[in-house]
């Protein structure tokens, strides 16, 4: 390509960038301002809103097994019993309710104490319990 016309297209970008910056109205230059702002805001200290800290009330059953339990027991990982398998819970089930609970809540050979979600409650871990048996 020739020096010539390398400058020609040179001045050509040049030209239709400043007649867009010339033509671009305070509406239009708003929406590009906030389409390309970065993600997240920065907050100085004290300015922070408030309402991030008010806390969100407690997971239901499938939020924290789609967290916490399903990595051992959607495959039956280390003899894990299978979500929703009758054949692997109702011997389990026939222990009765209160040592399936004591067993998640506080671990059971390798199922770790509440499945490794520290700030679960007890409740939530309850709550994943019955997501995982449910309609057996
Ligand atoms: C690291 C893998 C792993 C994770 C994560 C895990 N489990 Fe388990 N779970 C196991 C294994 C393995 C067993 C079988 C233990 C045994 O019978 O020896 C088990 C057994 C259980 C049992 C049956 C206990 C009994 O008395 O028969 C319940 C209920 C249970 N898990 C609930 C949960 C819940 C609820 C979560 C999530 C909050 C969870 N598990 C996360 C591995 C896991």
Known sequence: MSRKILTALVAAATFSSATFAANVSQEQYDAIAERIKPVGDVYLVGSEPVAAAVPTGPRDGATVYGTFCTACHSTGISGAPKTGDA??????????????????????????????????????????????????
């Open 87 to 136: 054949g692997d819970w109702s011997p389990r089930i026939a222990q009765g309710r209160d040592v399936l609970n004591n067993h998640a809540i506080n671990g059971f050979n390798a199922m770790p104490a509440k499945g490794s979600c520290m700030d679960c409650s007890d409740d939530e871990i309850i709550a994943a319990i019955d997501h995982m048996i449910e309609g057996l």
